[in-house]
Nanobody, 134 residues
Framework: QLQLVESGGGLVQPGGSLRLSCAAS????????IGWFRQAPGKEREGVSC????????YYADSVKGRFTISRDDAKNTVYLQMNSLKPEDTGVYYC???????????????????????????WGQGTQVIVSA
């Protein structure tokens, strides 16, 4: 059974950093993409970042590019989201999410999952709250 458990959220001042972790289990192949999306009160869900399970390629929303980094530690089955130079508009609940994707289309799938559109992840965790405030 596939499981995703996020941790690492909290309260941070503008300009600060946080690292979110996602403990993943139940994957049966490398044919997937894994990423993060966030949702703030009263706002639409927003894709943040995505990584291909097969080749590790990554994709970021323009709003976080250059500030956030997605990475994986396969030995620990953990995905991270390093968030630097945080802004108040980064506040929200952050979800780690998974979608099956053949490796040949994984990079394109990441783009479609991060950019606003009709594609959604298949599974996601319970979320972790991030609050950026002075």
């Amino acid at each position: 059974q596939l499981q995703l458990v996020e941790s690492g959220g909290g309260l941070v001042q503008p300009g600060g950093s946080l690292r979110l972790s996602c403990a993943a289990s139940g994957f049966t192949s490398d044919d997937y993409v894994i990423g993060w999306f966030r949702q703030a009160p009263g706002k639409e869900r927003e894709g943040v970042s995505c990584s291909s399970g097969s080749d590790g390629s990554t994709y970021y929303a323009d709003s976080v590019k250059g500030r956030f980094t997605i990475s994986r530690d396969d030995a620990k089955n953990t995905v991270y989201l390093q968030m630097n130079s945080l802004k108040p508009e980064d506040t929200g609940v952050y979800y780690c999410a998974y979608r099956f994707s053949p490796r040949s289309t994984a990079q394109a799938m990441c783009v479609m999952l991060v950019e606003p559109g009709v594609y959604e992840y298949d599974y996601w965790g319970q979320g972790t709250q991030v609050i950026v405030s002075a």
